[in-house]
């Protein structure tokens, strides 16, 4: 089975936006396909969400809360990750990435 063994995942043959890393240890993480023009938004959103809610708690010293609600957000953010990539293999099943 193959992997996504680089660290931008590009193919315009695979429908999908989230895909997982390894076809069988889906636990390995999940990517985004950037073939699609979808996978920018979702990218800069995400990085967004992550630095842009940490710069107020960081300027006010409330390192113990941020640290909290980072892990919480990460945490969020992970478990979106995966649903989608779920989803879009259930919508679009059998192994897309070996296409070509």
């Given at each position: 089975m193959p992997k996504c063994r680089t660290i931008l995942y590009i193919n315009r043959d695979d429908p999908?936006?989230?895909?997982?890393?390894?076809q069988?240890?889906?636990?390995?993480?999940?990517t985004?396909?950037?073939?699609?023009?979808?996978?920018?938004?979702?990218?800069?959103?995400?990085?967004?969400s992550v630095v842009v809610p940490l710069l107020p708690l960081w300027i006010w010293n409330a390192f113990a809360w941020s640290s909290v609600l980072f892990a919480l957000w990460l945490a969020a953010l992970v478990v979106y990750y995966f649903r989608q990539a779920a989803?879009?293999?259930e919508r679009y099943p059998g192994n897309l990435s070996s296409r070509k």
């Open positions: 999908r936006v989230f895909v997982y890393k390894h069988e240890w889906k636990w390995m993480g999940v985004l396909n950037f073939a699609h023009f979808s996978s920018f938004p979702i990218l800069l959103v995400t990085l967004g989803r879009d293999l």
